[in-house]
């Protein structure tokens, strides 16, 4: 009788157990449709108010940080070298052993890193390096121009404040390069 009654009490927990469970995944659900649904009641609501309130031609300007940025997969780039002794943190990067002691630390970890190399030579032996392998690819990088970019393509008339050179003349929308020029310079000008 006694074991009769503890079986029946073990299922009926293990039974509430499933429910609680069920209910849970099933809350779990419903809460992200929830949110779906929300974020794009959200977004119509926004592109309502946009269609709403036309501002006509619309003017942007943006600065000033403007670069190349390299890119390239690091399989490629690390492929002859032999792996670091050590996973370590570093503040600037002055060796190729340096280099592949953070990235290995930040690679295990699945987070990115930026670091600034002080070593001339070994800065412009990965540019040559990374230039040379398959996957090697520039890109416009910045902020700025990368806005800019963005705002030009949604129809704006964009006024991109950052060093000239071909390179970043080149890789701008029509709207854009016509009004690329050094304001930098013109500001730094003014405050003196
Ligand atoms: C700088 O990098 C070069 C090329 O990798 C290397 O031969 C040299 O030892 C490095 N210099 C210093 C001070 O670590």
């Not at 943006?62 to 370590?88: H, Q, R």
Request: proline share 3%; net charge negative.
């Amino acid at each position: 009788m006694e074991g009769e009654k503890a079986i029946g009490i073990t299922t009926l927990i293990s039974f509430l157990i499933l429910i609680f469970a069920y209910l849970n995944s099933n809350s779990n659900f419903n809460a992200e449709n929830d949110l779906q649904k929300r974020l794009s009641q959200i977004l119509d609501a926004m592109l309502e108010i946009e269609n709403d309130h036309t501002v006509g031609k619309v003017r942007i300007a943006v600065g000033y940080g403007a670069c190349n940025d390299l890119f390239v997969k690091a399989s490629e780039l690390l492929e002859n070298e032999s792996p670091p002794s050590a996973t370590k943190h570093y503040g600037h990067i002055q060796t190729m052993e340096q280099l592949k002691e953070m990235y290995a630390l930040f690679f295990s970890s699945g987070s990115a890193a930026e670091r600034f190399v002080s070593n001339e030579t070994l800065f412009m032996e990965l540019v040559k390096r990374a230039e040379s392998l398959p996957s090697g690819r520039y890109v416009l990088g910045g902020n700025a121009p990368v806005m800019a970019k963005r705002f030009a393509m949604e129809g704006g008339s964009v006024m991109l404040g950052a060093k000239r050179n071909d390179y970043l003349l080149k890789n701008l929308l029509p709207n854009m390069a016509d009004m690329a020029f050094e304001i930098v310079v013109s500001y730094l000008n003014m405050a003196k």
